[in-house]
């Protein structure tokens, strides 16, 4: 711990211009309370900067320009389960800004808090006689709030409430106010019957499961947000065959020919979802980015990083958007995928 601790103390020091002594006293009080204690607690200015050092070395995460932006949030006072759901709400109302989306991150204690979620807004999935109702990726966790006594309504687009536990005790759910959320409906700017397809989504992706990991100490509870890239929603979310498979049924519409792949009517109603999508969250207020503007921001990250004397690290395979990848200079260029900390990394889930 120690060493992580002085690798990150240092660089924070060093990129925000405080002199060695100063580096030398911190650490030498950090040093005195792992000695003591096992553990030392950041200065709220450290996990500020350790936070967006967390984002800017996420090799995942196409939109690291704005990794200065980051909105930190210390809620690490917040020990009981209502004061944690009461900082959960501030963090969804603050990150959605009407749909003028900031980046946020809130932390709470290391130790003891633990957000059941995978995101703090996310639709519930239910198994049926006649086949998936709703998102199949939140099948296992819709189950286990159903377990703790959540009322399933059955429906395609339900709001998951969130579950929050501290230290050992049993987890808790708590239901997302309607007023806290900013859900988009999707209609496309051409085709006037895809509006009958009733499809909608959330307009913040809030990651609550994975923590936080700064100079040697992991905050297991650190929810955090940007905006959406289009294609999260149009080529993943509603278009992969094991989530919400809306293909064919656009293909049916637009009366494309699905008897033959050489038609390409998935690259086809592929588009045209994006299209709906991009349309529909912009035509909302809400913030969104599509790819190929990820893709020249990201461009532009490198070049700052680059004039900074730092090495861009990045995981290609999730870089490149599943839209058009090759319209990108992302799907041309390699990647050292060298994970950085502070960063932030996947725990085990928490009920299974």
């Known amino acids: 711990m120690l060493k992580k601790a002085e690798e990150f103390i240092r660089t924070f020091y060093w990129e925000t211009e405080k002199s060695e002594q100063q580096f030398q006293q911190r650490m030498d009080q950090i040093a005195m309370e792992i000695h003591t204690t096992g553990t030392y607690i950041h200065t709220t200015d450290e996990l500020t900067y350790g936070a967006k050092l967390a984002w800017r070395n996420s090799n ?129 700017p051409e085709f006037e019957w895809f509006k009958n397809l009733q499809l909608k989504w959330y307009a913040v992706p809030m990651i609550s499961d994975m923590k936080l990991d700064v100079g040697g100490i992991s905050y297991m509870a650190s929810p955090f947000n940007g905006w959406y890239m289009g294609t999260e929603i149009g080529a993943r979310n509603l278009a992969d065959v094991e989530r919400y498979n809306m293909l064919p049924k656009i293909a049916e519409k637009m009366e494309l020919n699905t008897k033959s792949n050489a038609s390409l009517w998935k690259d086809r109603a592929l588009v045209e979802l994006n299209v709906a999508v991009l349309h529909s ?35 290609w395979t999730w870089l490149i958007p599943p839209l058009s990848p090759a319209t990108t200079h992302v799907f041309h260029k390699p990647y050292n995928n060298e994970k950085k900390d502070p960063n932030f990394s996947y725990q085990k889930c928490p009920f299974t």
């Open 60 to 188: 995942k995460c196409i939109g690291r320009l704005f990794w200065q932006t980051l909105h930190v949030i210390d809620k690490r006072d917040k020990h009981t389960e209502q004061e944690i759901y009461e900082a959960l709400l501030e963090h969804i109302q603050f990150a959605t800004n009407e749909g003028r989306i900031k980046p946020t991150i809130t932390v709470f204690d290391p130790k003891s808090v633990r957000i059941w979620n995978h995101q703090l807004t996310r639709y519930a999935g239910y198994i049926t006689e006649n086949g998936v109702i709703g998102d199949s990726s939140s099948i296992d966790f819709t189950n286990q709030c159903i377990s703790l006594g959540w009322k399933a309504k059955w429906g395609r687009f339900d709001m998951l409430p969130l579950v929050i536990q501290v230290d050992n005790n049993p987890p808790m759910l708590f239901e997302i106010p309607e007023e806290y959320l900013v859900q988009v409906s999707i209609r496309h």
């Open 281 to 315: 969250f912009k035509e909302d207020g809400v913030s969104i980015v599509d790819h190929h503007t990820a893709a020249q921001q990201f461009k532009r990250f490198e070049i700052n990083e680059e004039e900074a004397g730092r090495d861009v690290t990045g995981n």
